[in-house]
Nanobody
Framework: QVQLVESGGGLVQAGGSLRLSCAAS????????MGWFRQAPGKEREFVAA????????RYGDSVKGRFTISRDNAKNTVYLQMNSLKPEDTAVYYC??????????????????WGQGTRVTVSS
């Protein structure tokens, strides 16, 4: 069992920055692909970013490329999402997730088996 706990969400003005953290417990996730998704009201859960265990392979959703950066600290069993140049359309609940395995970064929520409870990000215009 893996427990994931996100933190760092909040209210920020457009153009501002936030850094989300996802702390894993229960077992190490250092060999797992970890991802961030988000879900806005009335919308489907959307892929934001994912990172392989080594940190060498990273993918971003098209809407966040160039603005968001995913990173991980395997020693701390923690994954981060640095969000810069935030826009009102980034408003959503952000979720951290662990993939099911397979070695390929999956862009769909069904490819992840453990999820955090989410942290809310609100970007005001």
């Amino acid at each position: 069992q893996v427990q994931l706990v996100e933190s760092g969400g909040g209210l920020v003005q457009a153009g501002g920055s936030l850094r989300l953290s996802c702390a894993a417990s229960g077992r190490t996730v250092s060999s797992d692909i970890m991802g961030w998704f988000r879900q806005a009201p009335g919308k489907e859960r959307e892929f934001v970013a994912a990172i392989r265990w080594s940190g060498l392979f990273i993918r971003y959703g098209d809407s966040v490329k160039g603005r968001f950066t995913i990173s991980r600290d395997n020693a701390k069993n923690t994954v981060y999402l640095q969000m810069n140049s935030l826009k009102p359309e980034d408003t959503a609940v952000y979720y951290c997730a662990k993939d099911r395995g397979g070695g390929i970064i999956n862009l769909k929520p069904s490819g992840y088996d453990y999820w955090g409870q989410g942290t809310r990000v609100t970007v005001s215009s």
